[in-house]
């Protein structure tokens, strides 16, 4: 099958309409920041539309510019939310339950499809992560 490269304005407001359709929708995205959980250009997602997004979660949100994140929830405080990406060492994103067009429900890595897990230990980790992503960018990309 042949691969289309289609800008995200264009794919990811198709993507919103879809899910607020009810329906799942799954991509591949791409960018560093949710490494080592989501690779970019490897790993597809699978995401749609949830009641509730939680601290954990792996949403997709639409920014101001319109700029789009696929970031986890790493505070929440009624509808407002700070994302985070897994990847990153520093430095959040502010939005609001409003901004989120869908949830991470399964990532797909090669023929595996895998259900996306909270990442608490993984933000517990965070005062050692950039050692430990340090060493998986040498040895895995």
């Known amino acids: 099958m042949d691969k289309k490269v289609v800008a995200n304005q264009v794919l990811l ?5 879809l899910m607020n359709e009810g329906r ?18 490897k790993d597809s997602v699978v995401l749609r539309k949830m009641p509730d997004v939680e601290v954990g ?19 929440k405080d009624g509808s407002n939310l700070t994302l985070m990406g897994d990847g990153n060492i520093s430095g959040t994103e502010k939005c609001t339950t409003g901004d989120v067009l869908g949830t ?38």
């Open 13 to 17: 407001e198709d993507a919103a309409v």
């Open 24 to 41: 799942e929708v799954n991509f591949t995205p791409l960018g560093s920041s949710m490494l080592p959980f989501i690779r970019g250009g």
């Open 57 to 75: 979660d792996i949403v997709l949100v639409r920014m101001a510019g319109p700029r789009y994140i696929l970031h986890r929830i790493i505070e």
């Open 104 to 141: 991470v429900t399964a990532v797909i890595k090669g023929k595996r499809r895998v259900t996306p897990g909270k990442g608490g230990w993984w933000r517990a980790l965070k005062p050692i992560r950039r050692y430990i992503l340090a060493i998986y960018r040498r040895i895995a990309i």
